[in-house]
DNA sequence: TTCATTCGTCATGCTTACGAACAAATGGGT
DNA sequence: ACCCATTTGTTCGTAAGCATGACGAATGAA
């Protein structure tokens, strides 16, 4: 009877019991599995309350009994904890020649992760994301249907139309609907986002307990980005280009033909800028991992091609934490992430700034991109189960009356 | 009987009559004065749940009758509105040369305005502050003890210990406990803002309806700063240091030690960097005013040092936009403010960035920061008068676990 | 074996909110 | 003048949610 009557009382789920619900699942999804008492006492709510939502939670397979706590004084408690199984999260890192996945299920623990070669036509993208998707959902042993959610990202702002804009690095993308495809494809709730964005949420992620509330993770490979998290959320900017710096005024004059094309920045220290350095100090290479070996191997040229390249770089941290003063700077990318640069540029920045700043490599390398892929997908998991958003915090300004 | 029911009841003030209590003042706030029955559709509340609320709020004093509604069909109605006197909001603004106070009344209607000449003596500051907050609640007939909080924007940082850092403008500030004093002359709670800050959400305020999420304020003055405004809010970064863009690497050459020392940004279209442009063209002149009268007179060097200010000024507006991408980017201060150069700034824009933005001339001019910092005081009046702050609103990521 | 401690349930009461019914007030139509 | 639809706002009964305190059960320590 008493079980009836909780479930009627649920069809509607009013706001306090949301409230309590909600409280209940951030405590097990931080603190893992605990009790219904110890419960009561982190939650502040009535053990009878607490019991009462662990009904709820346990019939609709959120939650389940893991076992007794016993070893200490008194009676032995019956342990809860997420059902980690209940559901999960996709992460999807669409790039131009790898195309990565992971797995998280609801408690954030990766339950699998793979990656496969982009086949190059752009076209295949969607089939291709459903087969590594597939991967992903045999290899966790996972059952389609708990696939609750997925975010893709991709170089480049998908459009509101579906369109995949910005992203040379995907001839030919710009023509399909790739938002619809990858929706029928991956057959759930599907999100998109940027991938220095996304990876700038997958570092601030992985940082875990350290994270910083104000945080920046600058990519460079062939382009160069930034991405913003703002007290834990990403920045996005009024028409989603926040981040996009390709055409800041460093490193070379923006009022040039080709900074208005390509973009000052860009054309100065991504691949193609760097390259070019490179043949101007008499050097040769086809790509900047050989300007790194050959950095390695002492050729002057190299040294004098990363060194300016750092000091270049050393401005946009400069720009960059003049404008949002972010805790610490991340670099990551194929170029961004590596460590010569990265100490390079710290060497540098005690000229151009007396503040000390963080300047640090990323620590996920590659998988940045589709681990914060995940993290999106996780978080929009959660927040869409378990939390309140209906409840407003604070309240805006009233109109201004003079 | 009824009435000391709900007495009894508020004396805990649970969390879902707060969530009641909360929807039904930001009605009034922002629709004006309405009916009960009204409220309730509005809300979604039920009519005596609205009484109730309707109860206690006037109990408190927040809310009154004001007459009925009658011309309708149906039994007329008494209509509710905020009790504007109930409580009062100050905002100061401490300049160099003047200071100016705003008196809001709880509904945002602006009550009383004053300006004084600052006496040049820093440590005057306090007395000053406190005289023009009587001279604003004696013009409003305002009682002191319903004065509920203050907001004091200041040049600089305010530091944790009290002391104000980084103004150069008021000279020996930095030995004084001015938040201290500040706090004893005021006699009420008392936030502090730094003054560009303050004056992005002035001005954002005063766009009312019109109001962007993302928005950035230039302030060019003495110095020059940035305010930005992420989804209605003041970023601040992590060490309050969120907009201090005087080292930004335009305008002059970032590794100069000058740069180092004074900014490079600053250096070059700071008031006296404006003033040695203007010398090196070979005019004279001791305040940039006087420049920009004789570029209304034709003055051919008043021309090209104000061009040439602007020049920079567009390198200034794509940083930020490349960073954060606002809907727009509000010109202020002494400098910024003049249309002669705002509207220069706009024309050099297309030669940096093919994306359009919109480049503005503050439309409150000096008032901004005063502004900005009664919005800030009546904003925390009312979070902390009948918002759920302690509700919150969106779950945080778990701990990854890989 | 006793006892303090802890876990979890039960019964009870308080507070909040809602819906239905109803009284009161009002304008329009006849 | 009278009726009636409409709207406002109150009263009353009911349901939901949570807290409190009592209580049984389980457990380790003395």
Redesign the interface.
């Known amino acids: 009877m008493h079980v009836a009557e909780v479930n009627q009382r649920l069809v509607a789920s009013p706001?306090?019991r949301q409230?309590s619900v909600?409280s209940v699942?951030?405590r097990l999804?931080?603190d893992g599995a605990t009790s219904r008492a110890s419960l009561s006492r982190v939650t502040g709510l009535s053990k009878q309350t607490i019991s009462e939502v662990m009904l709820v939670l346990t019939e609709r397979g959120w939650v389940k009994e893991s076992g007794m706590i016993s070893g200490g004084v008194g009676r032995t408690a019956v342990r809860y904890e997420i059902d980690a199984t209940a559901g999960f999260a996709l992460g999807l890192d669409l790039g131009a020649s790898t195309l990565r996945g992971v797995l998280v299920d609801i408690?954030?623990?990766?339950v699998a992760q793979h990656e496969l070669a982009a086949d190059g036509q752009g076209g295949q993208l969607p089939a291709q994301a459903k087969l590594l998707k597939q991967i992903l959902l045999d290899a966790a042993k996972a059952p389609a249907e708990r696939l609750q959610i997925a975010t893709v990202a991709t170089p480049g702002v998908m459009s509101p139309q579906g369109r995949l804009d910005l992203a040379p690095n995907l001839p030919g993308i710009g023509e399909l609907d790739l938002a619809g495809q990858l929706r029928a494809s991956l057959d759930c709730q599907v999100m998109f986002e940027n991938d220095v964005n996304a990876a700038a949420l997958g570092e601030y992620?992985?940082a875990?307990?350290n994270a910083?509330?104000?945080f920046a993770f600058i990519s460079i490979g062939t382009g160069v980005g930034?991405g913003?998290l703002?007290d834990?959320q990403l920045?996005?900017?009024?028409?989603?280009?926040?981040?996009?710096?390709?055409?800041?005024?460093?490193g070379g004059d923006?009022?040039a033909p080709q900074?208005?094309e390509q973009g000052a920045l860009e054309s100065s220290i991504g691949a193609t800028g760097i390259l070019q350095r490179f043949a101007r100090l008499g050097g040769s290479a086809q790509t900047v991992r050989e300007i790194f070996d050959r950095l390695e191997a002492g050729d002057s040229a190299a040294e004098q091609t990363i060194d300016e390249t750092a000091r270049i770089a050393a401005?946009l941290v400069?720009?960059?934490?003049?404008?949002?003063?972010?805790?610490r700077v991340v670099f990551g990318g194929n170029i961004g992430g590596r460590s010569e640069l990265v100490r390079r540029i710290a060497d540098w920045m005690p000229?151009?700034?007396?503040?000390p700043i963080r300047v640090e490599a990323s620590s996920l390398g590659p998988r940045a991109t589709v681990?914060g892929a995940a993290?999106m997908s996780?978080?929009q998991m959660?927040?869409s189960l378990?939390?309140?958003?209906e409840?407003?915090?604070?309240?805006?300004?009233?109109?201004?009356?003079?």
């Open positions: 706001v306090l409230l909600r699942m951030e999804l931080l408690s954030g623990t990766i992620w992985e875990g307990e910083d509330n104000h930034l913003i703002v834990g920045l996005r900017g009024s028409s989603l280009a926040a981040g996009e710096i390709g055409y800041l005024p460093l923006p009022f900074s208005l401005l400069l720009t960059v934490t003049s404008v949002i003063d972010p805790d000229k151009v700034q007396k503040r681990m993290a996780l978080g959660h927040n378990f939390s309140t958003l409840v407003p915090g604070r309240l805006g300004l009233p109109t201004l009356r003079q």
